[in-house]
């Protein structure tokens, strides 16, 4: 069974930076794409990068472009996100999401794209 973990979140001052990593397990394929979403408690959920493990192809939301940078790690099925500039705007819950369909017509940056989700890990930046 896929298991999606996260790490690296924690609390920063308004500036600072933070490196998330997402390590997955029991997947016996390469996932196509991979992504991180995060939530406000009261908002729906958002994603923010996303990434075509075939080539490496990124994408950013408009909020994180240019602070934020989605990369992928050495292992198969690893993904993290290098946080740079980070705002109190940028507090919340960050998820790491994966599918192996590389082909689908949903939206990238939407929910509803991705099969695999990891359990979270917490990002607060104080002002």
């Known amino acids: 069974q896929d298991q999606l973990v996260e790490s690296g979140g924690g609390s920063v001052p308004a500036g600072g930076s933070l490196r998330l990593s997402c390590a997955a397990s029991?997947?016996?394929?390469?996932?196509?794409?991979m992504a991180w979403f995060r939530e406000v408690p009261g908002k729906e959920r958002e994603g923010i990068a996303h990434?075509?493990?075939?080539?490496?192809?990124?994408y950013y939301s408009d909020s994180v472009r240019g602070r934020f940078t989605i990369s992928q790690d050495n292992g198969k099925n690893t993904v993290s996100l290098q946080m740079n500039s980070l705002k109190p705007e940028d507090t919340a819950m960050y998820y790491c999401?994966?599918?192996?369909?590389?082909?689908?017509?949903?939206?990238?940056?939407?929910?509803?794209?991705?099969?695999?989700w990891g359990q979270g890990t917490q990002v607060t930046v104080s002002s």
């Open positions: 029991g997947a016996t394929y390469q996932y196509a794409v």
């Open positions: 999401a994966a599918d192996q369909d590389g082909s689908s017509m949903i939206n990238i940056l939407s929910v509803a794209r991705y099969k695999y």
């Open positions: 990434i075509y493990t075939d080539g490496g192809t990124a």
